[in-house]
């Protein structure tokens, strides 16, 4: 066993083991209560709905006139422990309440236990990103959202590149539902991190627009997106932003007893029905809990027909256990998923077909911990997978079926973050320092086996701190260092091959936030970027049968280096709010996925090469909420991108999304709601050299669902897509006959039931 596989196994162990000592526990006494300072208060309690006593989850909770505060949990939970003593007031406020207040007495060193209510308003106030912060402080640098509960349901799709899209700033690249995956302001593959838990997932859906990502987003419970650098946190390459899957695979903040969700779906674009349940048994201070999903569907249909090779069958489970306890908690998960799904390549042979057949193995790990010190909590997480991944060719002549693997994957992956927070000093608040290690072994074989394999090592220490300059003017700082090694593995078609990568990388960034008035908020964020090419990128030598081409990397590939800027403003009335985002980047090295124009004789594939060039993106997004009346919502949003090479003539950049418009209304009669949207994408004929230009095209969507009792317990969702039948093609579309156009009208029953 080599080292890297090994550091899947004992690494976590490590880490755990050592920070057991770092907090000044034995692994006997995770009891030992903790010595409350003599200087400062404990304030917890619970957030709970006015009318139905429900928890209120992610709504901040704030000390007035100082920058002290937090966020509820999923239960409405909230604990500060640097409270000053004497009189206290605090503020709750969150997106759709309205502004609630408390007022008490703390003493030094005494813990005050309260419990808020907030009223439900039907406004939109202000939305918390956790992947933003390690802190949670709910202060904004860059643009982000997110979609749990009833809103993640009513987006339910196959995937999380068809969720996602027409969201402002997030396309998909598509080759049928599967393999879809989100794109965010142009930029694709691992420049746009997708994780799970806050670590990364440990498939191969960044590397090639046929692979898919290997969770079904039936699973998540919370989906949330930061656009624009978030390098900081999670890596050097996440240069377009990054997706976090939440599963609660691991127990947290659980009610006592039974609770659970149950879900179904069916479509009739594809003939598909899915089922996903969940359920959690909850104790005083431990709990179990367990998923099971499973989606099957036949060929996507469009209004010129079936797409063959776009079928999907798709069983994903996981179990976890958590503990909860005086000063730690956190737990851990197993899941399996096994998928196997079509792609749309031979489609002029009727006896010749390509599936993708894969299976990922996973264990996820999520350990918090309280102390007194300076560095009073700390969280570590990590996760460790194996995926294996074949791609076969299935050829039938005269009733006899033969099966090729023509590309095969093997991967082993760690991936671990451990974040220590510390108490406010001098002008910094709560801050935090990090360690993140993630590695992987990638073994490729089969007949097509076009690039080398890859033994990849990664080693990042990065710092977060915000600095609270007054009382409307707060700073973000960070920095990272990333030491990174690579080396190229042999296998049949590349047995000479020893190449080996040493780097070490730098990024940072600064942001500013701002807030004038109650009504306004401001925030920008200026960062620099760092990106290391992968295994395709430097040694791709070969048709790729899934993807339908032929590949060549470039040995001498450069890193990426980037220069961005992404501002935002955002104005919120009582019954209207509106944000503007404007971001600009510029690269050094950029590495292009490009079409030559040439067809390779062999294979008759098209010929793409990976080459690197000094580039530019900028654009810019729009999104309004109002609401004239009650129950009644209006939504507008709108995004663009250019990207273009910034040398010679200065040509465009393949792959780039036209500029966008989504409207929609919806009225909300509280037992149910109606609702209608139009997306309208312009003609993109801002291509690269090779790349065909794409007409515009306008959608009509529909959707109602109906709430069974008063608590929501029950829901019935219908959402038809594509009302008129129009025939369009996305321009990001991977499938390689362009004769093909996207999906037809589609009709799509959702039951969900909360207990």
Not at 4 to 21: E, Q, T, V
Not at 295 to 318: K, M, Q, V
Not at 561 to 571: K, L, Q, V, Y
């Amino acid at each position: 066993m080599n080292t890297p596989k090994k550091l899947i196994y004992i690494a976590p162990l490590l880490i755990i083991l050592h920070l057991f000592n770092l907090n000044g526990y034995a692994m006997g006494d995770s009891d030992k209560p903790e010595e409350r300072s003599e200087k400062s208060a404990t304030v917890t309690g619970q957030v709970v709905d006015a009318e139905e006593g429900d928890p209120v989850p992610y709504i901040n909770v704030i000390i007035e006139e100082t920058t002290v505060g937090t966020i509820t949990d999923e239960q409405g939970w909230f604990a500060i422990d640097n409270a000053p003593p004497g009189s206290i007031r605090l503020i709750v406020k969150g997106m759709e309440y309205e502004t609630a207040y408390a007022e008490f007495e703390a003493e030094p060193g005494e813990s005050v236990e309260i419990t808020i209510e907030v009223r439900h308003t039907g406004v939109e106030l202000e939305e918390v990103v956790l992947t933003s912060s390690p802190t949670a402080s709910g202060f904004r640098y860059q643009s982000d959202f997110s979609l749990m509960g009833e809103d993640l349901a009513r987006q339910s799709e196959v995937s999380l590149g068809e969720m996602l899209e027409g969201r402002p700033g997030v396309t998909m690249r598509s080759m049928g539902s599967a393999p879809s995956r989100p794109v965010i302001r142009g930029m694709d593959g691992d420049r746009v991190l997708v994780l799970q838990d806050g670590e990364r997932m440990g498939d191969i859906a960044e590397t090639a627009a046929d692979h898919s990502i290997s969770m079904d987003p039936l699973s998540a419970s919370r989906v949330e997106v930061v656009k624009g650098p978030a390098s900081l946190l999670y890596g050097s390459s996440a240069l377009g932003g990054v997706i976090n899957m939440y599963t609660r695979d691991i127990p947290e903040d659980w009610d006592k007893g039974a609770t659970g969700t149950v879900s179904l779906q069916g479509a009739t674009m594809n003939n598909m029905g899915s089922g996903f349940g969940r359920y959690t048994y909850g104790g005083e201070s431990r709990a179990i809990t367990g998923r099971f999903s499973y989606r099957n569907t036949g060929n996507i249909t469009t209004p010129e027909g079936e797409l063959p090779g776009t079928h999907i069958d798709h069983l994903d489970a996981a179990m976890g256990f958590g503990i909860e306890r005086e000063s730690v908690s956190g737990g851990i998960s197993l899941s399996a998923n096994h998928q196997t799904y079509g792609l749309p390549e031979e489609l002029d042979d009727p006896y010749e077909e390509v599936e993708v057949r894969q299976q990922r193995y996973g264990l996820q790990g999520r350990f918090s911990f309280e102390r007194e010190g300076f560095f009073d909590k700390a969280q570590l997480r990590f996760n460790g997978t194996h995926l294996s991944q074949e791609e076969v060719e299935i050829e039938t002549i005269d009733g006899v079926t033969d099966e090729f693997i023509e590309l095969s994957h093997d991967k082993s992956h760690i991936s671990s973050t451990l974040t220590l927070q510390h108490k406010p000093v001098g002008i910094f608040d709560r801050g935090a320092v990090g360690l993140n290690l993630h590695g992987h072994t990638l073994d490729i074989g089969g007949e097509e086996a076009y690039t080398p394999g890859e033994e990849r090592v990664n080693l990042g220490l990065f710092t977060f701190q915000e600095i609270p300059l007054s009382q409307l003017f707060r700073l973000q700082a960070g920095l990272r260092m990333d030491a990174n090694h690579v080396s190229a593995m042999p296998n049949h078609l590349f047995p000479d091959i020893s190449k080996t990568r040493n780097v070490v990388n730098f990024t940072g960034s600064v942001g500013i936030n701002f807030r004038p008035s109650d009504n306004i908020e401001i925030g920008g964020q200026f960062a620099r970027s760092h990106r290391n090419p992968l295994v395709e990128e430097l040694f791709a030598d070969g048709p790729h049968l899934g993807a339908g081409t032929y590949e060549l990397g470039d040995p001498g590939l450069q890193d990426e280096i980037g220069h961005g800027a992404d501002i935002f403003i955002s104005w919120q009335r009582e019954n209207f709010h509106l944000e503007l985002t404007g971001f600009v980047n510029y690269f050094e090295n950029y590495i292009i996925f490009e079409p030559t124009g040439d067809i390779d004789p062999g294979s008759e594939l098209p010929i793409f090469e990976y080459l690197d060039d000094e580039a530019r993106f900028y654009g810019s997004e729009f999104s309004m909420r109002m609401k004239p009346v009650e129950g009644l919502t209006l939504d507008l949003g709108m995004d663009y991108v250019n990207a273009r090479r910034t040398t010679g003539e200065r040509e465009y950049l393949p792959f780039i999304p036209p500029f966008r418009i989504n409207s929609e209304i919806e009225y909300d009669y509280g037992k149910g709601w109606v609702g209608a949207k139009v997306r309208h994408a312009a003609t993109q004929d801002r291509v690269a050299p090779h790349e065909e230009i794409t007409e515009g095209y306008t959608l009509l969507g529909l959707q109602a669902g109906y709430r069974i009792n008063k608590r929501d317990n029950h829901s019935i969702i219908l959402r038809v897509d594509n009302v008129l039948d129009t025939s369009y093609r996305d321009h990001l579309s991977r499938v390689e006959d362009r004769h093909y156009v996207m999906p037809g009208r589609d009709f799509r029953l959702v039951y969900r039931w909360v207990f």
